[in-house]
Nanobody, 123 residues
Framework: QVQLVESGGGLVQAGGSLRLSCAAS????????MAWFRQAPGKEREFVAG????????YYADSVKGRFTISRDNAKNMVYLQMNSLKPEDTAVYYCAAGQYNIQTTGDMYDYWGQGTQVTVSS
């Protein structure tokens, strides 16, 4: 079992930065592929970034490529999403997810989810 808790969300002006954290508990965290998804009001949940167990494979959605950085620290059971140059379109609830397979961009491939953290970017 893996439990995930996100933190670090908040209100920021366009062009600003935030770092989201995902704290994991439970066994075998380091063996999981981790990902960030987001969901804005009235929209479907969308993939943001993913990272495999070793960090050797990383994938970003085109909308965040070059602005966001996903990383993990297996020794600390933590996953991070550094978000720079934030835009109003980044406003959403951000979710941390864990899965057993290579990075996938669909939510049904992930087994565990956090409760989400709100990110609001103002113009």
């Amino acid at each position: 079992q893996v439990q995930l808790v996100e933190s670090g969300g908040g209100l920021v002006q366009a062009g600003g930065s935030l770092r989201l954290s995902c704290a994991a508990s439970g066994r075998t965290f380091s063996s999981y592929t981790m990902a960030w998804f987001r969901q804005a009001p009235g929209k479907e949940r969308e993939f943001v970034a993913g990272i495999n167990w070793s960090g050797s494979r990383i994938y970003y959605a085109d909308s965040v490529k070059g602005r966001f950085t996903i990383s993990r620290d297996n020794a600390k059971n933590m996953v991070y999403l550094q978000m720079n140059s934030l835009k109003p379109e980044d406003t959403a609830v951000y979710y941390c997810a864990a899965g057993q397979y290579n990075i996938q961009t669909t939510g049904d491939m992930y087994d565990y989810w956090g409760q989400g953290t709100q990110v609001t970017v103002s113009s």
